[in-house]
């Protein structure tokens, strides 16, 4: 057989077709493998596995395609089959290729056309390391359950000890907290987390004993690895988080650093009253202090760490937690943006550096200190670098970084850093809320959704449903989704209102409707009537806006006034804090008082430069916006707004839902420079 007849005959027998055939099926069956097996914990080596048997069945199938052929018998050997007969199975092979190639054309496509759509997407699964745990809540079966707090304090100090062995993965309690002691569906908990083990546990203190049984579960075969039982002197319970923490070290073969074996051994405290104080404190800062009514609880857990130190001036842990509620009432809230709150957080920082000078959660401690407290972002990275040495498993490193690269301006590496946080803590609440703000500050309105729909398949929140609603406003300057889901809340839980007043009032605002206005403020109480980040708008100032909707100025003058006293409080309180300032010259542009305010205007800026803070930088150099706006003076609010949209982060009163809506800005409608710029900001898809 000549060359020519060969090929010929190649073509007659189909294998041409085959080998396209086989060659396009397989490329399809290698992108569900590399998309598909990491979701379920399917390991690399297998998605290697299949590509080499791929390689090597194409020469199997090509011979394959010589020697035989498909006819509607069966299976026969090409010499013995009909051509009339190949010819009906080459159409129809033919034509299955042909189908196949248009899928693969149209996957292909699909991918060149969203090259960042993974990339955008936050991870819902990632591949599960074999050395991973999450320590789920330990279950008090003490008689007094006031040892709730006890048992929980077993738990974490667990953790924590796991948390300090770099070969291993440890899941933070915030992402654990939500589940049952002894959950039934142990394969779904580890595929949630994104680990391979669990360990579950009990606790039973009585008089001067605890018991502490223990177990180690493979979640993703539901085998029980090892299991113990310890029934110890009341004063031994720190040896026994220990031993636990040893003996899961040993059972997943990590390797343990002689300094890692000794951080382990250290007891946190020698005062068991002391313990009980820190973990009743402990809990209620990770589950009360980013919640709406969280003040009062967040200076009951300083009232509480302040015992515990008192008890014990030398419990390292209970200085670190105290230095940060501080921060948090000073800085997160900015309720309480003194001199004596910052100094109090200082000095509990002091004393843990007297203690442990060189402690990586030392570091971190004065890396938040740094953040917080002095925005010196600088040194709060170096200190983090420092850290990251010492707490491997820690997701605030990374929180962290994000937090002080977004207020540098570098929202993409800052949600990089969040999503790797997500990662060692995959549900936690507030941090995906943050990745939400990231992305509502980028303007990126779907991605900021996608991100709240996740964290409210972990916690449905009624604010964060409220907020979801409040993203669709902004982005498309529709008040229907955040009423839709006012409605909803308030036929299902009236009571629980309060926390998204505030988005309700602003849609009444929007809508020209003093009515829902009316009732939004009667369920806003004493909160703000409006709080973006730092900016806070009293109830009083809401009264005010009110009034103006139906044209009653004395009214809105006596609310207004009302809230410049409560403010100017606030102010005397902070005199060096920029954004409570910028508030009292927006109440002092509605009481007409058009140089004062933009005095008060003007010292805000310059107290909160953007190159010191980006996000508070912007809000203030936005609402500056508003205030020169109220004063007439068109100009510079034009030229405030422009700046103020060009700034790094874009506030929620600068996207185009409150630009075309509000009467913030009404001063400004009709200007054309005005009525451009609202243009120019309304989404793509309108």
Not at 24 to 32: F, G, K, P, T
Request: charge should be neutral; aromatic fraction near 8%; include cysteine.
């Amino acid at each position: 057989m000549n060359a020519r007849s060969f090929f010929t005959e190649l073509k007659r027998r189909r294998v041409y077709s085959v080998a396209v055939a086989y060659v396009v099926v397989v490329w399809l069956l290698i992108q569900v493998a590399t998309q598909v097996f990491p979701f379920f914990g399917i390991p690399n080596w297998i998605v290697r596995l299949v590509v080499l048997l791929a390689i090597i069945g194409f020469p199997i199938a090509v011979v394959c395609a010589w020697a035989f052929e498909m006819t509607p018998e069966g299976i026969k050997l090409e010499r013995d089959v009909d051509r009339r007969i190949t010819r009906t199975t080459g159409r129809k092979l033919t034509a299955l290729v042909v189908i196949v190639a248009v899928l693969a054309a149209g996957v292909t496509v699909f991918r060149f056309q969203h090259p960042q759509q993974a990339a955008k997407q936050l991870p819902l699964a990632v591949a599960i390391e074999s050395k991973s745990i999450a320590v789920l809540p330990f279950e008090n079966l003490s008689e007094d359950k006031a040892n709730a707090y006890f048992a929980d304090g077993i738990q974490d100090e667990i953790l924590v000890r796991l948390a300090k062995i770099a070969d291993l993965k440890v899941i933070s309690r915030t992402s654990t907290r939500h589940y049952k002691t002894a959950p039934e569906n142990l394969r779904e908990v580890g595929q949630e987390l994104g680990v391979a083990h669990l360990l579950e546990g009990s606790v039973q203190r009585a008089a001067n004993r605890v018991r502490v049984n223990a177990q180690l579960i493979d979640a993703r075969t539901d085998a029980h690895l090892w299991a113990q039982t310890y029934d110890r002197d009341l004063a031994d319970v720190f040896a026994i988080q220990a031993e636990i923490a040893k003996a899961i070290a040993e059972q997943l073969q990590a390797k343990l650093s002689p300094n890692e074996k000794k951080a382990i051994e250290q007891p946190p405290t020698t005062d068991l009253a002391a313990f009980d104080l820190y973990s009743r404190a402990k809990s209620i800062l990770l589950t009360e202090s980013f919640s709406v009514t969280g003040d009062s609880d967040l200076r009951k857990a300083i009232e509480l760490l302040d015992e515990a130190v008192k008890r014990d001036p030398s419990f390292f842990d209970a200085y670190c937690q105290l230095a940060y509620a501080h921060e948090n009432l000073y800085a997160l809230r900015g309720s309480d943006h003194t001199p004596v709150r910052l100094a109090l957080a200082e000095a509990a920082l002091q004393a843990a550096t007297r203690l442990r000078p060189d402690a990586a959660e030392t570091h971190l401690a004065r890396a938040q200190y740094l953040y917080y407290g002095l925005r010196d972002y600088a040194g709060a990275l170096a200190q983090l670098e420092i850290a990251r040495r010492g707490l491997h498993n820690d997701p605030r490193l990374v929180e962290v970084t994000g937090y002080i690269l977004r207020r540098r301006g570098q929202h993409e590496e800052g949600l990089q850093n969040l999503r790797r946080a997500v990662e060692l803590d995959p549900r936690n609440f507030f941090t995906l809320q943050q990745i939400a703000l990231s992305y509502q500050f980028l303007g990126r309105y779907a991605d900021s959704i996608a991100a709240l729909d996740r964290a409210l398949a972990i916690m449905p929140d009624n604010l964060t449903r409220a907020l979801r609603g409040l993203f669709y406003f902004c982005w498309k300057a529709d008040t229907g989704p955040p009423l839709k889901t006012i409605d909803a809340i308030l036929a299902q839980e009236p009571s629980a209102i309060a926390g998204s007043a505030d988005i309700w009032f602003l849609c009444a605002l929007a809508e020209r409707d003093p009515a829902a206005a009316e009732r939004a403020l009667i369920a806003v109480a004493d909160n703000p009537c409006w709080a973006e980040g730092v900016i806070n708008l009293s109830r009083s100032f809401g009264e005010g806006l009110l009034a103006r909707m139906v044209n009653d100025e004395a009214r809105a003058r006596t609310a207004f006034e009302a809230a410049r006293a409560q403010q100017e409080k606030i102010v005397q309180a902070q005199p060096d804090y920029g954004p409570a300032l910028c508030v009292l010259g927006l109440i002092d542009a509605a009481l007409g008082r058009k140089e004062l305010a933009l005095d008060e205007g003007r010292r805000a800026i310059a107290l909160t430069p953007l190159e010191k803070d980006v996000n508070n930088g912007s809000r203030v150099l936005q609402y500056f916006a508003i205030t020169a706006a109220w004063t007439g003076e068109k100009e510079l609010a034009l030229q405030q707004l422009e700046a103020g949209l060009r700034a790094p982060d874009a506030s929620q009163m600068l996207s185009y839902g409150a630009l075309k809506l509000l009467p913030f800005w009404d001063p400004l409608r009709g200007d054309p420079r005005f009525e451009k710029i609202v243009a120019s900001l309304a989404p793509k898809d309108n």
